[in-house]
T-cell receptor, first 115, second 112 residues
Framework: AQKITQTQPGMFVQEKEAVTLDCTYDTSDQSYGLFWYKQPSSGEMIFLIY??????QNATEGRYSLNFQKARKSANLVISASQLGDSAMYFC????????????FGEGTQLTVNP | SQTIHQWPATLVQPVGSPLSLECTVEGTSNPNLYWYRQAAGRGLQLLFY??????ISSEVPQNLSASRPQDRQFILSSKKLLLSDSGFYLC???????????FGNGTRLTVT
C-alpha cells in the first residue's frame, strides 16, 4: 500500500519569498510517480508538477520545483517568489506506474501568502 | 484539447433520496476515469475508478455505486443517500502512466 504524509497543516510566507511544502511517501514499488496539486478556495484541483521515480533530475515548472530525494522518500514542493494568488491548499499525491493505477493523496497543506 | 464536464456544481438532497452525478470527458479516447470524495478540509479519498466501458473498481465499501455506460461518461449513483454522503465529489481522468489526473470542477453535495 502507498501512503503520503504532509506534516504541515498550515504554512505562512511573505509575498516574493520562497516556501517549501513537505511531502514524504511510503511505497514498496520500484516505479511510481509523484504529483503536486493546488486547490484554491473555489475547489478546483490544479495540476502543478510531476516527478517520476526514475527521473534523475528534479522537475521544474515555472516557479514550482520538486525537491526529490529518493533515498529519504521525500518530494517537497518549492514555490519561488510567492504571490498572493498562491494562497491555497496544496496536495501531494503518488501512484504506482501501471495502467489504471490511482493516485493516493496526502491530507494537504494550507498555504497563506501575506502581503 | 481535452475537457471534463461535471454537474451539477451544487446539490442539496434529503436523506433517503437517490443520487446521480454525471461526468463526461471530451477530446480523448479510452481515458481512465475516477470518482474522488473530499471531506471539508481533508484530502481526497478515491471511491471508484474505471479503465474501460463497464469496468468499475471500488476502493471502499459504501452507499454509492458507479457506472461507465460509454467510453467518456462516468456516473456516480446512490439509491438512498445518508447524511455521511455529504462532501465534495470530484471526477477526474488520465491517460495512463506518467500522466497527471485532470479534475472536473466538482459537485458539492449536502445531504439534509
Amino acid at each position: 500500500a502507498q501512503k503520503i504524509t504532509q506534516t504541515q497543516p498550515g504554512m505562512f510566507v511573505q509575498e516574493k519569498e520562497a516556501v517549501t511544502l513537505d511531502c514524504t511517501y511510503d511505497t514498496s514499488d520500484q516505479s511510481y510517480g509523484l504529483f503536486w496539486y493546488k486547490q484554491p478556495s473555489s475547489g478546483e484541483m490544479i495540476f502543478l508538477i510531476y516527478q517520476g521515480s526514475y527521473d534523475e533530475q528534479n522537475a521544474t515548472e515555472g516557479r514550482y520545483s520538486l525537491n526529490f530525494q529518493k533515498a529519504r522518500k521525500s518530494a517537497n514542493l518549492v514555490i519561488s517568489a510567492s504571490q498572493l494568488g498562491d494562497s491555497a491548499m496544496y496536495f501531494c499525491a503518488m501512484n504506482k506506474e501501471t495502467s489504471g493505477s490511482r493516485l493516493t493523496f496526502g491530507e494537504g497543506t494550507q498555504l497563506t501568502v501575506n502581503p | 484539447s481535452q475537457t471534463i464536464h461535471q454537474w451539477p456544481a451544487t446539490l442539496v438532497q434529503p436523506v433517503g433520496s437517490p443520487l446521480s452525478l454525471e461526468c463526461t470527458v471530451e477530446g480523448t479516447s479510452n481515458p481512465n476515469l475516477y470518482w474522488y470524495r473530499q471531506a471539508a478540509g481533508r484530502g481526497l479519498q478515491l471511491l471508484f475508478y474505471s479503465v474501460g466501458i463497464g469496468q468499475i473498481s471500488s476502493e471502499v465499501p459504501q452507499n454509492l455505486s458507479a457506472s461507465r455506460p460509454q467510453d467518456r461518461q462516468f456516473i456516480l449513483s446512490s439509491k438512498k443517500l445518508l447524511l455521511s454522503d455529504s462532501g465534495f465529489y470530484l471526477c477526474a481522468w488520465r491517460l495512463g502512466q506518467g500522466s497527471p489526473l485532470h479534475f472536473g470542477n466538482g459537485t458539492r453535495l449536502t445531504v439534509t
